[in-house]
Structures are given as structure tokens and as C-alpha cells.
């Protein structure tokens, strides 16, 4: 049996044995065996992975919504599932709680000013593992770095510590050498330079201020998302150039991590990706690189690639020779797992929220519960102008290329003013729901913050639906009982392409619209007893 060594970023060196499909212990797949790209067809944007024994952990950005910075599980590379979150919840600035006062620019698409951080909150994270423990470091783009660590990728997770204090600051990734030293890469807003810190070892300061180790804004063109590894004495920096839209994969190497580093372009757009960059390099027990990365796909948000990387004169190849695979034969990785798929559909009857959830900015706890109707998700309103100041809008990522999403809700504790529904969360917020005037409730469609009435509702549910297509459209529909069926209300709405650098999301709402008091944290007036609504199962199905 043969053996390399192998050092990751954060000094976690792995042998890489079973370099032969025939060798005993390795994996099941057999050559024939493929994949195809997306290998995750769902907005887990900027990825950074390792491996960890037989498990592969993916951290990915998550901005304004919480809780945060999700991890995903996978054996084999392919399939994966959510395993946790980093974050509770956003404990950095008051706007994470949509604290008034706070206006909007442009009616409802530019949410601005202390109340909202809107584009703000997890910013392209990384993992690492070192001493026995796990790390992923984050930047705010108003706060600062953060970092936290765990025993295990699916946590608990210790609380945020400051690891530099301030705004500006994007990207971070730690690395722990072999020589005992540890050290931060990051840039900045706007992408670039790289500057590299001197860190303590328990990685949670900084030694010094940092000094520039790369900025080439000719050749290496928005600079951003650092990653950094070490291979055959050789330090690399794995780091996207070009921007989000259209921009290739590039990789920097030196001999001294303070440089001077030497790069060439790595994964080029091609085969239908424009931009197939920012990701995290792991290697499987088999020897094999691997590379997964995101590509920008509008209203699916920007959606994981999976790319084989071989070693020429110790530079990384990715793809097929330098441009992505839209298939390829499976990782020859420990053990398969075909049965890890997101989660995604919630009858709401164990106790907690599934995974797949997050609010849009900290939620009110106050005006949740799983428990006053056990088997019901339980949402009350606040005042709100427009959907996007509207507390407790619960979200789950748009899975794809197409889905069909339906929701009951039961209508009975709804006040006056009151709107509820489901949406697809973005800029205009299309949403088809209920909407209480006059103490009757009528349905609606809403885009773009305006409302079409439809026919009244005498009844105390009705289930809606919200079918996407492969064309990032989507079909408004709704039933009033068992045996009725679904009438579309509506036209096909083209949904938001990026929103605040997130994608489309699935999600129930609830709030009683006001021109008065946007975002006010107390409750309506004690003359309204009931405000809130029963969500009775949210169910997705993932259409080919």
C-alpha cells in the first residue's frame, strides 16, 4: 500500500493511502460510477471544505440570515446533508435584530441605515482543523473577523471571539505551519490585497497589523477569498480574480508564506460557467484532489461545482485541463453516501425548526413557538411598512433547477391589516398570501410592494403554493380544502436574480402593514388579541 503526505492549511496532515481502487479499505465506487455539476444545486456560496477522517465539512456565507454560517456533511463529496450552524444567531451590531430606526431607498429594494444589515453578517467563511478542534473564521463586512471553534463540525460551537475589530475586512483563512507558527490571510471590501497577519497560536488574536503580501490589480484583478495551503515546501494561496459574475480560479505559490508568490490561472469559464470560482481544496483518502467552488446562477443564487484537480510541476490542474467538467467519474472516497440529500420539507411536529431554517435577521422569540400549538409553527406579526421590515420571515435556500413548494396555513388568529403567505424572499418579495380588511380575509399576490386582491376566503386555511421553474420564474397557485384544486393567482413572476448576494428563498411570513413604525418591536395595540398565524407543514419537492 502506498502512502503520501499531505499538509491542509491549519497543519492537519492526513495520509493518503489506498492509491490503487484495489487496495483494501477504499472506495466502493466503482471508475464507471459519475457525477454531474452541480454536485449542490442550491446557494451555499463562497465554499470552503476539508476532510475529517471519512467526513467531508462545507461552510458557506449566510449574510443577514440566521441562525448562521451553515456546515454541510458528506461522505463522498457529492451528496451532502446540513449538519449545523456556527451561529445561533447575529450578536454583532443591533440591526441584526431589525432594531428601528431604519429607512428604505428606492420603496422597497435598498433597505439602508442602523435598523437593517441587509448584505451584512457572514461573509465568506473557512474551516479549518488543528490541535484536535475545529475553526472557521468569518469577516463581518461592518464588524470585524470573527472566529469560533468546536470538537465537531456539527458543534455546539463556542461564541464568536474578535479576532480584529473594525469594518472593511473580507475573506479570512488561518494556517498553522509546522513550525509551529500561525498566521491569517484576509483582504478587504472591494477585494484585495491580500495581507497576511502573525497569529497566536489558540488562534484568537492577532500578533501584529498586518503587512501586504499580494496586490497585482493588473494581473490579479479583484483579488479575493483566500484560501491557503502547503504542499512540497511550496505555500499556495488558492484565490478567485475577475468578480463574481465572470471571473477564473486562480492559485499563487512561494516558498516563504510572506511571499514573493508567483500564480497562474487555474479554472477558466467554460462549458456553460462563467464564473466558476471561490472554493476550498480537499484531498480524499485515495489521494485524489478535489475542488468545489461556486458558479453565479441569478435567482438560484450561486450554487457548488465540484472540479478533479491533478499536480503538474507542483501546480494544481482543475477540471479538464483548466476548464469545468460538467460530469465526471465519482471521488474514490471511503464511503458513498447517495442517501445525504438538504433537507428541505417540515411537518413541524418535532419540537424544533429543522435544519434548512433561518430567519431573515434575528428573529423575535417572543413571537415564535412550536410549543402554544404543538404539531403548528406559530407566527406573530409585527408592524411593518414592507415585507422586507417584517420580523420572523422564516427562509429556507431555493433548491433547483426547479421546485414546487407548498405550505397550509390556518387563518384564525390573523388581526386587522394582517398579511401572511409564502414568498420567494428577495428584492420585490413576489408573495401570494392572505390579507385581513375589513375583518375579512381575502387572498393576494403582491411584487414589487404591490398588491392584487383576489377572491375572499371564508374558510380558516388555504394552502399555497409556489412552483419555480428552470427559467427563474415562478407560478403563484392556491387551494381552499382537501379536495380543491390549485388555481393559479397571479402571473408567472420573474423572481429577483441576487439580493443582497443572496439567491431567491422559500418562506412564510406574517406582519400587519403600517406606514407608521416600520420595524417596531412591541406588539400592536392591546385592542387587537389576535395577530398571528398557524403554519401547518411546509413541503418542497425538487423537480428535474
Known sequence: MKHALFR?????????????VFDAGCATAAPAQRYKNPVIHADYSDPDVIRAGDDYFLVASSFHFSPGLPVLQSKDLVHWRIAGH???????????????????????????????????GVWAPA??????RFYVYWATPDEGIFMSSAQHPAGPWSAPVTVLAGAGYEDPCPFWDDDGKAWLVHSKVGAGPIILHAMSLDGTRLLDAGKTIIEDKVNLPVLEGPKVYKRNGWYYIFAPIGGVGTGPQAVLRARSIHGPYEHRTVLNPGNGLNGP?????????????????FNSTGAFGRIAHLQPVVWENDWPVMGDGGLPVPEHAVPRTAVRSPDYRLQDSDEFSDGTLGLQWSWNHNPDAARWSLAQRPGFLRIEGNRARHLVGARNTLTQILQGPAAEITTRIELQGMAEAQRAGLTLFGVKVPWIGIVREGGANYLAYANAGQETRGPRIDGNSVVLRASVRTDQTVQFSYALGDNDGFRDLGPVTELAKFS????SRPAVFTYIRSDADEGKADRPPDTIQRNYIDVDWFRVRILE
Not at 104 to 114: M, N, T
Not at 127 to 132: F, P, V
Not at 284 to 290: A, I, L, N
Not at 500 to 503: E, L
Open 127 to 132: 474551516i479549518r482543523q488543528h490541535g484536535g
Open 8 to 20: 491542509l492549511a491549519g497543519g492537519f496532515c492526513v495520509a493518503l493511502a489506498c492509491l490503487s
Open 277 to 293: 470560482h471561490q472554493g476550498g481544496y480537499v484531498e480524499t483518502p485515495s489521494g485524489e484532489g478535489w475542488f468545489v467552488h
Open 500 to 503: 443582497w448576494w443572496k439567491g
Open 86 to 120: 456556527v451561529l445561533d444567531s447575529l450578536p454583532f451590531h443591533p440591526s441584526y435584530d431589525m432594531v428601528p430606526p431604519y429607512t428604505l431607498a428606492d420603496g422597497i429594494s435598498k433597505p439602508v441605515g442602523s435598523g437593517m444589515r441587509y448584505a451584512g
